[in-house]
């Protein structure tokens, strides 16, 4: 059973800096893509990255690319987040999801096409 456990949500102020981190267990990590959404309230679930299995492919939601960073580490079976220049409207509750089958190709940006998710973690930016 594919286990995602996310950590490392808070409180932060606007232009604050943020590192989530997703555990992962009940299978080989690096085999599979991993990606991070976001839901803010009242909002649908919204793609925000994602990263290839060995880490060297990464791909970035436009309201992100060049403040937020992914990237894993393979031996401890974990992804990361690391949010820099934090705006208010990147408050949400952020999941890390992966996949049940291997895939090549990282430009899974629709929450139908992930498989296994985790509890979630709440980023709050204060203004």
């Known amino acids: 059973q594919v286990q995602l456990v996310e950590s490392g949500g808070g409180l932060v102020q606007d232009g604050g800096s943020l590192r989530l981190s997703c555990a992962a267990s009940g299978r080989t990590f690096s085999t599979y893509p991993m990606g991070w959404f976001r839901q803010a309230p009242g909002k649908e679930r919204e793609f925000a990255a994602a990263?290839?299995?060995?880490?060297?492919?990464?791909y970035y939601a436009d309201s992100v690319k060049g403040r937020f960073t992914i990237s894993r580490d393979n031996i401890k079976n974990t992804v990361y987040l690391q949010m820099n220049s934090l705006k208010p409207e990147d408050t949400a509750i952020y999941y890390c999801a992966t996949k049940r089958y291997y895939s090549p190709n990282i430009y899974f940006t629709r929450s139908y096409e992930y498989d296994y998710w985790g509890q979630g973690t709440q980023v709050t930016v204060s203004s």
């Open positions: 990263i290839s299995g060995s880490g060297s492919s990464t």
